[in-house]
């Protein structure tokens, strides 16, 4: 079974009409398509570099799935933020981080944006709004409601997006964290990217629901909403909507995306065309890529030309292939850089990090 | 101006000056605000600092201390209660992966100033399941920070501390000594921490402690005294994680004798680190091997007769302090 929701909903003509959508200039459609699309050349150099082994760890790639986060970047104000799990390089790139701070993370480099010390599923950039990149599968659903709350107690008219997959609504954490966003009105907006699997596991085989699972909502007196993840008008009015909600009722919602990804869990995954048909695969990359469908969109529209599609290609293959340059001429971090970065107060040298013993290597 | 007040008053009093001091310290935790604390560490709070600033959660450890790690991202800092640190455990993932560990995996751009506090403590025969000491299992994790005040006076000053602190700090009390009377001064003062106190001097032999077993070592002082003319010094380590390495190592070269007293369990506990610590920091200064005394290695049985037994007692102590003398 694949995550299609064929969404009776609304037609991609009838989102793109939506205010949220109608005030969009041609430069913005632009935007969202380059962000796709440098999305993609980022992570096919990252699978490359990590198949010559300059990568550790696990990779777990975002692609099929781009026009989720780049949608949803779209419409952050200065108090909206986000917040995602380990597959988090397309939230990294949609909120504005660099290319070359991205790759030279994967490296492990010190000119990584945690100076090496994450990791592929651990990008952040506060400065951006954007808290993680968490690698316990939802690990982060508890932090998402807590920016929320913050937001709320400073009196800020803004949300948290909190983005989990379909694996990780099973988690107690996260029906804790749903129970708390009700109970105490937290402008927290929980976005389950259901690309259909957890790993190896279908939606089917994981949980219990009726038609979606974003419905789970209802047991908490909460709003949900479900729809279409390749298209980015139909994504932008969705979020939206919960985003209203957020800012104008202090009301949580629960969304749920279609969305699919093409590779393996990691590219580690070696089963990833066991547990699905090729069929399946290819059926999503052929008729629901979000990157195809909204340069399509766009050349329907005008907006662009397959030159400029071309072009844009050119230019996000040519900076991924700069950042992985870059990421390869940086240096490692130093010995000395293990146990920084742990306590606050130490760093800082201040009187509190200075006093007794914080770290037992001598 | 000096006078008493107990333990729990200092700790109430600790978070009300700060909720004062600062607009961003909230208390949230299990029953805190209208039932005014399980343990009434924070009674009258919410009548007087009203819903914003004191919270009930729902039972939901894991759901009300995350999204406390997700708030102090941004700046809040929050004070969470715990009714017992025993249901830390059901929260262990957002305390560790998450407390612990952003900071360094974001390369130090975000910090998580928050505090948990409750009790940490057996002896109170309420089984297994509600009288764990875990400061050994938070304090082996780079990033927390542990304390666990043996007095009223040091509960405040570190209570105070702990909140101003940039890193997640979790503060062990101890119902046992809630209702103990102390000199605690009148108005502010905090106390650092990473800064043991040495809570009787001695020239004989060094007793290190912390939490409650600080008390038993100051009876325990007493009866070598009175009874063996040895005169023992009491460590109290305050602060687990920092943790003052140096007036341990001044007393040990002071007295040459030392046994190790906690609450906590003996394999990997406090107690053996900080044996490990003295023998490879003060071996020539050590006439007799460093002695130990823990819990009795088992889960915290209920029967009360037999619970008084399984923690270290006054008596238990002198023992050991003989063995080696
Ligand atoms: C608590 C926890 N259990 C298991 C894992 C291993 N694991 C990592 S991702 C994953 C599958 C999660 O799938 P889903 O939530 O659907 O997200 P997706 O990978 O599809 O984006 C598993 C089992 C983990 N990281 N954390
Ligand atoms: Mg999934």
Redesign the interface.
Known sequence: MSAILKNESGTGAQFAREAINQSLEASDKVRFLRDMVRIRNFEERSNKAYSQGRIGGFLHLYIGQESVAVSAASLLGPNDHM?TAYRDHGHALAVGMSMNECMAELYGKAT????????SM?Y????KNF??????VG?Q???????A???K??GKTGCCLCFLGDGAVNQ??FH??L??AS?WDIPVIYVIENNGYSMGTSQERSSAYPDFLAKRAEGYNMAWDAFNGWDVYELRAGFHRAMQRAHNESRPTIVEVATYRYRGHSVADANSKVYRTKEEIEQHENLFDPITRWKNTLLEEGVITEEDYRQLNREALQEAEASAQFAEQSPWPAEADI???????V??Q???GL??????ND | MSRQIDYRTAIREALAEEIERDPNV?IIGEEVAQYNGAYKVTQGLWAKYGD?RVID??I?E???????????????RPVMELMFWSFAYVAF??MI??AAT??????????C?IVVRGPANGGTNVGATHSHTPENLFGNM??L?VVCPATAYDAKGLMK?AIR???PVYVMENTKLYGELWDVPEGEYTI????ADVKRSGSDLTLVAHGRAVITCLKAAELLEAEHDIKAEVVDLR?I?????ETVLESVRKTHRVVVVEENKPFCGVGA?ITAMIQEKAFDDLDAPVARVSAIDAPAIYSPRLEEVQLPRPMDVVKKALSIC
Not at chain 1, 339 to 345: L, P, Q
Request: aromatic share 10%; proline share 6%.
């Open positions: 917040i990584g944006c945690s100076k090496g010390k994450g990791g651990h952040f950039a506060p400065d808290w993680g990149g968490h690698g316990i690990g659903t508890p932090l998402g409601l807590g920016i709350f913050a937001l107690y400073q107690g954490a804790e964290s129970n708390l109970l146990t920084a970065d742990v306590y606050h107060e760093d800082h201040t009187e509190s006093t007794g013993k914080h770290f037992f | 909230f914003k959660a729902p939901s894991a759901g009300f201390i995350g999204m406390g790690v997700g708030a102090s991202m941004l700046g809040l993932d957002q992966n998450n952003v900071r360094y995996m974001s390369g130090g751009l975000l910090h100033p780079p990033g920070k501390t602190d940039n890193d650092p921490l990473g800064v602060s994680r920092p943790l003052d390495e680190q």
